[in-house]
């Protein structure tokens, strides 16, 4: 089931929540709607499914208009940030009651009921949890009986709201994965909403970067990570260095204010620089190191150019650290691999 | 006595002996007070006293109001809580406070209130007079005052909870495409009705024992429009110490089931 979204805007008083966005999800695909909060992302899933109706613009499943249809008859798994589990009724009811709402004539058997939540226990790993209430539950565990919920009433589209928002760490990371897991089994259209670009990047096959309201961009993580369309989605999925530069005749330049009349922003990622022992190569800064982080798989330096200050953040590969040997206090000289430039007159 | 600070203290004893004295003479005392009286010349004195048609008449009559008030302010209550707890409209600020009026004012107030709007001088005592309608003086107009007195009780108790839970449940069984009727058949209810029972207790003992309101626009008809409370205190007057008493003690009565039933919900409450 696809989901066509046409110029929909929706505002809360004064506050436009969601701008104008238009959005296509293919059937079968795994989106994640990223952005900062207030960006519009929660109040566009919210919009798809139905829970809030939108100012103007139109929502399409499988090319059928739905931005009227009542979020009962649009078939769809919502799963909220919160879970939001019915407190006083046991796992195994909470996962059929969306069969066991059901009109006389169009609900299952009592038996077809139970064969059913039981296998959508066993698909989130959590069979023995039937008669629990949620309240017994850790929080990954509530998250899996909301997905298992969610997906008794076979929805056309599935729709999450900050999935993982309240795990702690080292859950958040196995259950991103289990969640991909699940989606190529089961094939489901999929929006998700997360303000983590690292999720994002990970579970989604395609990235929507939000902002004010508006879609910034869009595109495999592959291409909003590596070639980011304005300055707002390169600082937002991950760390970036901005030198300030002028360009002439398509050549820019960090280090000579002469050089041209026109002011530009260079956005380079900590690891697209390059650091030497000497200066081998034009076009190499000199900098002082200023502090090492050993921690973790990527060894991060900070330090600063000696010919203008200005702080510079590179990360190393342990490998490549190892062979150059850096300490604090070493004079050190870098290059830039990879680079975007940007009008320095962009407001963010 | 355990002491919460470790060692206990001399003025620990001095406050524990005053809350307890304090107790004993204005709580201790009237309630045996009440039986002492009421059983002074015996229990089929007692009995009888309960018995004669007046009274069980004022019985009645308590229970027909309570039976009025206390489902009427139950839809209200819940229906002003789902309101205010799980949507945003103007006014809102307005409702609260007016469901709270009914506890900031004083019931002969509220009472004469009535009168002027329903009593034969009133605003529509001419029109209710043409269609021979009594509200005042009549059980129509009991039963409005007591709805009046007793109304911000289910109110009060369910606002807090309902909007302290907000409405994602109610979001989530919507989705996954349960009714409206069904929705708060099954979640919304379910999730308040500790809370609501709890009103209702308290909404019934305020209905039954509501002297000031009801003594404004009862006129004391005996037999017809006298309730529990204003029958005791018309026996009182004529110096019927023990059957004014013992009409008291039933009262005393619905306060002991009123404060047991009160204790077994909050105990229900704090374990769900």
Known sequence: MSIEIRDVSKSFGAFKAVDGVSLGVPTGRLVALLGPSGSGKTTLLRVIAGLESPDSGVVCFHGENVTCRDPRERRIGFVFQHYALFRHMTVFENVAFGLTVRPRAIRPPRPEIEKKVLGLLKLVQLEWAGDRFPSQLSGGQRQRIALARALAVEPRVLLLDEPFGALDAQVRKELRRWLRRLHDELNVTTVFVTHDQEEALELADRVVVMNRGRIEQQGTPMEVYDSPANPFVYRFLGHVNVFHGRVREGMVTIADDQFGDRRAAVYVRPHEIDVERSRNGNGALEALVKHVSLAGPVVKIEMERTDRGGNVEVDLTRARFDELQIKTGDRVFFALRNMQVFPEDYVI | ?272
């Open chain 2, 1 to 272: 006595m355990i002491s919460k600070i470790g060692k206990s203290h001399p003025g620990q004893w001095l406050l524990t002996a005053a809350v307890l004295g304090f107790l004993s003479v204005f709580l201790v005392v009237p309630v045996v007070a009440v039986f002492s009286y009421a059983l002074q010349k015996g229990v089929a004195v007692y009995l009888s006293a309960l018995t004669e048609p007046d009274a069980l008449a004022a019985i009645r009559l308590t229970l027909v109001t309570a039976a009025f008030a206390v489902p009427l302010n139950l839809a209200f209550g819940l229906a002003a809580a789902w309101a205010i707890a799980k949507f945003d409209f103007r006014g809102k600020e307005v409702l609260v406070t007016l469901i709270d009026l009914p506890f900031s004012i004083s019931p002969v107030i509220a009472g004469l209130t009535f009168t002027f709007v329903f009593g034969l001088n009133g605003w529509l005592g001419p029109w209710l007079g043409r269609h021979e309608i009594k509200v005042i003086f009549a059980v129509p107009g009991i039963v409005l005052a007591t709805v009046f007195i007793t109304l911000p009780f289910v109110a009060r108790e369910l606002i807090p909870l309902m909007e302290s839970q907000g409405s994602e449940e109610e979001e989530a069984a919507q989705v996954l495409g349960a009714s409206g009727w069904r929705t708060f058949l099954r979640v919304t209810l379910p999730n308040v009705k500790w809370a609501l029972l709890y009103g209702v207790i308290l909404c019934n003992a305020r209905a039954m024992g509501e002297f000031g309101a009801v003594s404004v626009v009862s006129g004391h008809i005996r037999g017809l429009t006298n309730t529990i409370p204003l029958h005791a205190e018309i026996l009182y007057n004529e110096y019927r110490t023990e059957a004014a008493f013992a009409t008291a003690s039933l009262l005393a009565f619905l306060a002991f089931i009123t404060l047991a039933a009160k204790k077994a919900v909050e105990w229900r409450r704090r374990r769900a």
